[in-house]
């Protein structure tokens, strides 16, 4: 049973700040690793290096992520920052897969 998560106003400490933004932090970990599950599986139906990079589907997911971030009064720039990141990683891992084919 896990613990329950103490609101940023109820921490009384930097101790208990940095304990539950390392819970997040975990959270946020493993949803990556889920994430990176899918991106493997959508190699399977992907027939070409072309259709793992295609930019035009690159640039609606980069604008849906910077909207998402708006609407969470997170800084959309540095959103999509993160995100490039996780593009180019997609990416490599996906052409690794795809070579294997």
């Not at 109820?10 to 304990?19: G, V």
């Not at 035009?56 to 540095?78: I, L, T």
């Amino acid at each position: 049973m896990s613990e329950q998560a103490l609101s940023a106003e109820d921490c009384a400490s930097m101790e208990q700040i940095r304990a539950e933004v390392n819970k997040i932090d975990r959270e946020i970990i493993g949803l990556l690793g889920k994430r990176l599950a899918y991106v493997r599986s959508a190699v399977a139906f992907k027939p070409d290096e072309e259709s793992i990079r295609r930019p035009d589907h690159w640039d609606r997911f980069f604008a849906a992520r910077k909207s998402w971030a708006a609407e969470e009064g997170y800084d959309p720039e540095v959103i999509e920052a993160m995100y490039r990141i996780l593009y180019d990683f997609t990416i490599k891992v996906q052409l690794a897969l795809h070579d294997r084919k």
